[in-house]
Every structure is written in structure tokens, then in C-alpha cells.
């Protein structure tokens, strides 16, 4: 599996390619892409009694403030396995600040086409509260157990600002003098 040849897709920002790195509801584990090589690597194991909300993955080829590609919380049905491909839409994203400073999660749903029923979903005020609230306390409180590590949410912001937040990646990217292998 190479999956540093992956792109970030031709629909930017509309739909995006979405690498998975964790999947919703699987093992306290995460795992993270490396820079250099673009092995998926065990990163660190949750101190906490809890798991992921939904999966959780990355647009390649793109670049976030925090020097990692941009993150992407992925609800789906099911979970979906370590390292697949999804074609996925911005639906908002959850403005935090960690003690890395700031750091965006861009919200999206599989692209119409792969599952149809999340079709009318259009920003994230359409998704339900009540995986609003579950996505919130999860990142409230996945690094209460770290020494150092912390997270504060900042809030939601709509389908237009995620977009504008992954174009601003992906041009940071395009200036970076050497490009990370993600």
C-alpha cells in the first residue's frame, strides 16, 4: 500500500479524498501517518476509557496550521477499516486550540454517491445534536489523562469555512519547499 500517491482528488474543496486512519469505535490506538515515509505509524495509546466517535482520517497532499495534512472526522454507518480511501464533502469543521495552538477537524460525509442517505446533510448544523455532542465531548476530554496535553473547543463552523479552511491547506502545501509524504 503506497498511500503517499494518493492525491487530495479533482473536486477540491468540494469533495476530497479522505485517507482513514482510525476507525470509528476501534481500539483506543492512534495511529498517524509519518511525514517522512508515509507509513502509518502507532502514534500513542488513549489514557482514557473512551473511543473514537466516528472515523478519523486526512486529506493528502494538503497542509493545516498545526504542520500535519488537515484532519477529518468521517461519520459513517460502519466503521471503516485503517488506511481504505474514502471519497468524502466538508460539512463544517470544530475550531480547538491543543497545546500544539491552533487545530482544525474538518466535519465531512462520505461524497452523495458513496452513501446516498447522508445526501440532504449539507452543513453540520443538519447533522444530529446528538453526534454534535458526542464529537465535542470526546475532544474535550481524549488527552484529560496526558501529562501536558490538553484541548480547549473554540465551536463549529459552517460547510463554506471548512472549505475555505482546505483550500488554505492545500496552498500551504503547494508553498512548502519539500513536501511531506501524506
Known sequence: MN????GPGDKLPH?????IELPMRGEPVKYE???DTGAMFVDR???VSMVYPCNYGYIPHTLA????????????PVPVAVGSVMRARPVGFLEMEDEGGRDVKVLALPAEDVYPPYASI???TDVSPDMLDRIQHFFERYKDLNPG???KLQGWHSAEDARREIMLS????EAAPVKPAF
Open 149 to 151: 496535553k490538553w484541548a
Open 65 to 76: 496550521e498545526d504542520d500535519d495534512p488537515v484532519d477529518i472526522l468521517l461519520p459513517t
Open 33 to 35: 501517518v509519518d511525514k
Open 3 to 6: 498511500l503517499d500517491r494518493v
Open 170 to 173: 492545500r496552498e500551504r502545501y
Open 45 to 47: 495509546f488513549l489514557n
Open 122 to 124: 449539507q452543513n453540520y
Open 15 to 19: 469533495e476530497f479524498n479522505c485517507i
